[in-house]
């Protein structure tokens, strides 16, 4: 009580001689204040992502079994990469599981919004079903993509047998494995839809108002007022759902491929980091995947750049106009 | 007496506003307050058709969680059944998961990894956020321009390093890796928190300036307290991801003693799964156990999560 009235004044007046006596003084406080308050994330940036990056680059030009000491081997990691089948199988099903699941995701989510941004005041209750799988941790998910996907037993093949389809083998038959992963990774759609659904509470009434003067249908206004005006979070949820797409591991991991020598191990569902981790962490091959995951971030930059390219094409950012 | 005199002005103007633009805003208030509803009779037929796809949709994403928590209440030939209600219920899966595997010492150990990613976490980033967000320093641009930056590094280009630097540290086979990098903040949350910092009213900060108030004083008095939801909002995201990650748990633990949940769901899957024992019923009750502790996290911090969402979405 009575300490710190003493204090109080005490304090201001040496703070601002000092200000008053150099200039630059105060600059020179915040910049070492503000240091130290960001120092945790200098120290663990160059522990853990400057050096790391230096050291992947450096490993994936060696041979490294993380025993003996890494052998420089030059660019033969590289070379093996591009002759390695293995390689081209898991970007292969990488792609074509991105390339699936992402605009299937997207056209889900924002249907499920649609439909949320309509329900009035039970839109609450829907939205907390849609996003509960989201909260259903990855390996969980993989156990019931086995259970739900059974080819005989499963209950997807069970509905789809109540309108006369027999469903495919999903889990063992390699046409179907991936298919079955995209069905399953749209379960999770729901983060996208609690985006989309406050992306659409932010569109103006009014354009709408405008559209349906001008005569506009529903599903007009939605492609020529709606999409449009919430083309800024449609393609965060893309660029996300890509960079994760190929980046896709624990589903798939934990319903195809068993712990060290399983026999169960499906070529269909090799995703690319998956592949990564079994030449890193199981073969050691540590040099090699080194390679593996320099050749993952020029793929996922690549992918990045053209869907930004494209993006200043497409979406519409609010904040262009001011 | 005074509280009349500002209501007097509003009366006149309303009904002239009113008169002015009556004829052009009532065919569009008319129909609906929000522009999508068409009008007509057909609304009736939309309405019950939204609730309809709205339901179905429900199921869709609802019933795969009934169905693996009434799985595990059943015995081993009934688990494809697929009814909803176990024919003969029973608590044997519970009884000899718990015994047959150390579910447990699962359970602590992940509650303990969860509890310190998520805790270092919120204070690191946290910390880092507000020198971001608070002063103006040469550099600080570039500086947070490479914060940002780290988000886009995919973690498989870390993995590798990053599990060798724990194995010169001797700490491959404990918990630390899984949750010791958090002490430093993590690029998403300080991008996260810097927000909420910069949305705060200058006035209290001045205010402390003005008293003489110290750096930490006036981040930790002032600031903190203020943005006590988004500090929730991070805790409660780190500790979803904590929970659920299983690449990390693979990579530094092979003990079965010190294995995280899913780490140990996923060992279960091989014993007991495809190739292994079949003997599902297991598997779906220690997949029950592994995913109720994340349902009862988003009751607890459903505003959270959403409107944190909602955020991200909008921020990006």
């Known amino acids: 009580m009575t300490a710190t009235p003493t204090v109080a004044p005490a304090a201001p007046p040496h703070r601002a001689a000092g200000g008053r006596r150099r200039a630059g003084a105060h600059e020179r406080h915040a910049r070492r204040a503000a240091l130290a308050f960001i120092s945790p994330w200098i120290v663990g940036f160059l522990v853990f992502t400057a050096w790391p990056i230096l050291y992947s680059a450096y490993l994936s030009l060696t041979d490294y079994d993380a025993i003996n000491d890494p052998r420089w081997v030059g660019l033969a990691n590289y070379r093996e990469l591009a002759s390695d089948p293995k390689v ?23 249907l499920l919004a649609l439909l949320l941004e309509r329900a009035g005041r039970s839109s609450g209750f829907f939205r907390t079903a849609f996003f509960l799988p989201k909260m259903t941790p990855p390996v969980a998910v993989g156990v019931l993509l086995l259970l739900l996907f059974n080819g005989p037993y499963g209950l997807v093949n069970r509905v789809l047998g109540w309108f006369g389809i027999t469903g495919p083998s999903w889990t063992t038959d390699p046409t ?11 379960w999770t759609v729901g983060a996208s839809v609690v985006i989309l659904l406050a992306a659409l509470r932010g569109v103006p009434a009014d354009l709408y108002d405008a559209a349906r003067v001008d005569g506009a249908g529903y599903w007009r206004r939605v492609r020529t007022v709606t999409v449009p005006m919430i083309s800024g979070p449609l393609f965060f949820i893309v660029v996300v759902n890509t ?34 981790f079994q030449q890193g962490f199981q073969e050691l091959h540590m040099g090699y995947a080194s390679a593996l995951a320099w050749l993952l971030f020029v793929v996922i930059m690549a992918i990045t750049a053209v869907q930004l390219l494209l993006s200043r094409r497409f979406v519409y950012y609010e904040a262009e106009q001011r | 007496m005074t509280a009349a005199t500002p209501a007097l002005p509003t009366p006149p103007q309303a009904p002239r506003r009113g008169t002015d633009v009556a004829p052009l805003a009532a065919p569009d208030a008319g129909p ?27 199921v869709a994403f609802v019933y795969p969680l009934l169905w693996l928590v009434s799985a595990s209440f059943k015995p081993r030939s009934e688990v494809f059944d697929n009814r909803l209600v176990p024919a003969t219920p029973t608590l044997a899966n519970y009884v000899t998961v718990w015994q047959d595997a150390p579910l447990a010492l699962w359970l602590g150990n992940t509650v303990v990894v969860t509890v310190l990613a998520a805790g270092t976490v919120t204070v690191s980033s946290a910390l880092v956020a507000w020198g971001f967000a608070h002063f103006r320093f040469r550099g600080r641009g570039v500086l947070f321009g490479v914060v940002l930056a780290t988000m886009m590094l995919p973690g498989a280009v870390t993995l590798i390093p990053t599990y060798l630097i724990w194995h010169d540290l001797g700490m491959v086979g404990t918990n630390v890796p899984l949750w010791a990098g958090n002490l430093f903040g993590s690029a998403f949350y300080i991008f996260l928190l810097r927000q909420f910092f910069l949305s705060l009213p200058p006035e209290p900060f001045e205010a402390a300036t003005i ?28 500790a979803q991801a904590a929970w659920t990650d299983l690449m990390r748990p693979l990579v530094y633990l092979q003990d079965e003693r010190t294995f995280t949940i899913p780490r140990g769901l996923k060992s279960l899957v091989d014993q007991f799964g ?43």
């Open chain 1, 88 to 110: 081209a199988r898991s970007l292969w099903n990488t792609f074509v599981f991105t390339a699936l699941s992402v605009p299937l995701h997207v056209v889900l989510a924002l």
């Open chain 1, 176 to 186: 179907w494995v991936k298919p079955g992963l995209v069905l399953m990774s749209l």
């Open chain 1, 243 to 276: 960079i994760g797409g190929f980046q896709t591991f624990t589903e798939a991991y934990t319903a195809y491929f068993g712990a060290g020598n399983s026999t169960y191990s499906n070529d269909a569902a090799l995703f690319y980091v998956i592949y990564l």
């Open chain 2, 32 to 58: 609906a307050s929000r522009g999508l509803r068409p009008a007509g009779g057909r609304r009736l037929v939309v309405r019950v058709t939204v609730i309809v796809a709205l339901a179905v949709a429900t």
């Open chain 2, 211 to 238: 008293d003489g108030a110290g750096e930490w004083t006036t981040f930790w008095r002032i600031a903190v307290p203020l943005c006590r939801p988004a500090f929730v909002l991070t805790f409660l995201f780190e």
């Open chain 2, 274 to 316: 495809p190739g292994g024992e079949s003997q599902w019923e297991l598997v779906v009750t220690a997949g029950v156990i592994t995913t109720v502790p994340m349902i009862l996290l988003f009751f607890f911090g459903q505003r959270y999560f959403v409107e944190g969402i909602a955020t991200t979405g909008s921020k990006g």
